[in-house]
DNA sequence: ATATCCATGTAATGCGTTACATGATTTG
DNA sequence: CAAATCATGTAACGCATTACATGGATAT
């Protein structure tokens, strides 16, 4: 139920249409909530339907028209109640860890190359989250500037501290993980003794 | 379809009844994989279907009986298969960040009562998994004492290992959590000056 | 004109959640 | 004998995923 918020405190910076949502969900808001298009488009429609945003019908070339979408002032009471509600903490599901307590049925060549993929996803992860932060803090990104526009002085630099804030978390919890991995590769040398894939120099 | 990979995993251990597991998801297993009754059930009776696991009738009582399922050599090496396959990182959809970018919707004292939230949600996991830790490196949690009599003395420094080191990645999450909720609420004191719930001693 | 973007979906399936439901057995 | 535990589900619903599907508009 939360991609209806995500779509909610989207629209808070400017009206979108479909497309331009599903776009904004494949860069910065999907670093945080990931959403396919076959999510989103009915999504949009039911909000509509519920009076929380309300559509526009705009001119896109000659013969054709596209939705464009602007949040409503029950939209934004239903974004705030839900930002201020306590969140359900969902019950684990961790298959990283999982799969980590039982690496003794894989072989270690195995484990380790499995630690090495965590160690590359959250690597690549943490770079993003980096160049997000940095253009968050710069105001570069096109949809925080975009925002920014919208709301006086005085409020942007919350606007921008919260946001930074929250990929800071993204950062913090990616370097953990990258930290984990390493462990764990010194875990197994330790076990099974150093990984045969690499020769010892000077042999 | 993890939760057939974990079910496998603890039958690993010792073959098990369908309320057996489902005791084990509430606690050890469930800290790292959460599944209800509803689902264990099912699930059990599918995969004997497939022949990965094994179920016969054991008296229960005078006149009843309780199934109990053990693993099979095709479960065994459908979990093999499982773990040294790569994982496919689920993308991501993550609450606590997305309601932290949007803080500035939220009243001040409301993102803060958010934030001791996380915190204590976290500190309450991370005592937990400390616990499970503990229970495991010393061999008294009764499902790791069950595996490790099933497996000769060599293998137990390894399966009391990986089970710690999976652990530890837990916690190593849960105190980045911790730390992050901290930060989040000096950085909410600095925004929006300091909270009005406290008085100031001497004032 | 052709490729790439813009725009918007439907359909099938599966996993997971919540709520409801029942009865036998052991323990105090 | 009453309470707690053991045992095993069904049913309805909703969110999410994957695959499939189509057509107009703009840029080169």
Redo the contacts between chains.
Sequence with gaps: M?LR??LL?LL?AEPLTGYDAVKRFGGSV?????APDSQIYPELRRMEGEGLIEGEQVRWGPNSTKTRYSITGEG?RA??EW??A??P???????????????????PE?AR??LR?HID?YTEQVGRWKDMRQAILSAEHPSIAARLEKYPAE?H???I???A??????I??G???I??GR??LD?IDE??GPSQARGEPGS
Tied chains: 1, 2.
Excluded at 30 to 34: A, I, Q
Excluded at 92 to 100: F, H, K, T
Excluded at 165 to 170: D, K, P, R, V
Aim: proline share 3%; net charge negative; hydrophobic share 40%.
């Design positions: 939360s918020y995500a405190a808070t999907g670093y945080v909530w990931h934004v974004l705030r930002l201020e306590p969140i903490y969902a019950p684990l599901r961790d298959v990283s860890r999982m799969r980590a307590a039982y690496f003794e049925w894989a072989g195995s190359e499995n993929r996803y409020e630099e919350r606007i501290a919260y946001k804030f929250a990929y800071e978390g993204l913090a919890r370097e953990a993980e930290e984990w462990r764990g875990l076990l099974e």
